[in-house]
């Protein structure tokens, strides 16, 4: 079995055993070490050559950001997965880890005795499919050095002869979109802070977006992305109003969608505490769908680099009402999950790499109306 090698690194006794125990546990990994401190990781990195190192974000010292700064000063091709606490400190460098590249992160076990075999069993929850998806971004990496591998090929849906998965025709025209949707996940900060900046401040529509992520750490995303961005972006608010030029992020733990005002003449925002979608929340379905409602033919929804399938069905519903779907390539997703189903199924309008996306987004909301 194809495994992945792995140090543990925190200064804790406590989590170094806790962490290596539940990673003993899944059949795809092999804990080669552990440290406790950032210095003495970067020297088992020499020896080990770990695939992966779980890094713990607040050691003394040489704190996790520090530590992923120099692997990345030696241009070593390790993933690193940020262990990270739900504080303001600890969710400011994991954003910030994210930012420079790590795979991902997940929450630190809790340290309470009446509650660890639960804590254990939910980080194992975490783990599993983050260890399965850096597996196959290994292997995609593989496949993309020996061959290039050409991008999927647009055509026209045959709606003459439609199968069960095919869907009602859409308006056979495109409007300038009013609203641009975006989901991601994994890899979605470090794709987020290229892209973004990316986009003009006069781009003249709102920009929602749905970033898998527990409460605190969206906060901190957003501060970051404003930092970098000719946009303002915030955390959004239940009932403010969407404004162009402005970037609405669903806060972590809550589900996020547009409604009306009682006038009917604003589109607001609305943060629900409705239950998870695709076990997600914020979840892009939940979105997605408010806005297929309230922008019919006049919307972009943009699905990147995850995990999962959240999204798809929400596309579905904006395909149908003639949104425009942009995707993001494979070879550039951190995880190719979300963007796959849409783009197997035949909904995208354009695919693209990372660096081209904040280009096809300005044609959506710039060009004249395109007929598909």
Do not use: W
């Not at 630190?108 to 929850?125: A, I, L, Q, R």
């Not at 949707?181 to 892209?195: C, D, E, F, R, V």
């Not at 529509?205 to 970033?211: A, K, T």
């Not at 006038?263 to 379905?285: V, W």
Request: aromatic content about 4%; some cysteine.
């Amino acid at each position: 079995m194809n495994k992945v090698r792995i140090l543990v690194v925190d200064d804790t006794i406590f989590y170094r055993k806790i962490l290596s125990d539940i990673l003993k546990e899944i059949p795809q990994v092999e804990v080669v070490g552990s440290a406790n401190t950032g210095k003495v990781a970067l020297s088992k990195v020499d020896s080990l050559k770990p695939d992966m190192i779980t890094l713990d974000v607040e050691m003394p010292g040489m704190n996790g950001l520090e530590v992923l700064e120099e692997l990345n000063k030696k241009n070593l091709d390790i993933g690193v997965l940020m262990v990270s606490t739900l504080t303001g400190k600890g969710s400011h460098i994991t954003i910030k880890a994210l930012e420079l590249g790590a795979f991902d992160f997940i929450e630190k076990p809790s340290s309470d005795g009446s509650s660890m075999k639960e804590n254990m069993e939910k980080v194992k929850t975490s783990l599993v499919p983050i260890i399965q998806a850096f597996l196959k971004r290994r292997e995609l990496k593989s496949r993309f050095k020996s061959t290039k591998k050409p991008l999927p090929q647009i055509t026209k849906p045959d709606y003459k002869s439609q199968t069960k998965k095919t869907l009602t025709k859409p308006f056979s025209l495109k409007s300038k979109s009013e609203i641009i949707t975006i989901a991601i996940s994994t890899g979605g900060p470090n794709a987020l802070s290229k892209m973004i900046p990316m986009l003009p401040e006069n781009i003249g529509v709102p920009i929602l977006i749905v970033q898998h992520m527990p409460p605190v750490f969206t906060a901190s995303l957003a501060k970051s992305l404003d930092s970098k961005s000719k946009l303002s972006v915030m955390e959004a608010v239940n009932g403010q109003t969407i404004e162009p030029n402005k970037v609405y992020i669903a806060p972590g733990g809550m589900q996020m969608k547009v409604a009306a005002s009682n006038d009917g003449m604003r589109r607001l925002i609305k943060i629900t505490d409705d239950p998870p979608e695709n076990s997600c929340k914020p979840s892009a379905d939940y979105l997605f769908r408010s806005v297929a409602d309230y922008y019919v033919g006049r919307a972009t929804g943009v699905i990147m680099t995850g995990m999962g399938s959240d999204g798809f069905k929400g596309l579905l519903e904006m395909h149908k009402k003639n949104a425009t779907i942009i995707a993001q390539d494979e070879e550039s997703c951190t995880v190719y999950g979300m963007p796959k189903a849409p783009i197997e199924e035949g909904i995208v309008d354009t695919i693209c790499s990372l660096e081209d996306i904040a280009d096809e987004i300005v044609k959506t909301v710039k060009s004249p109306s395109r007929l598909r």
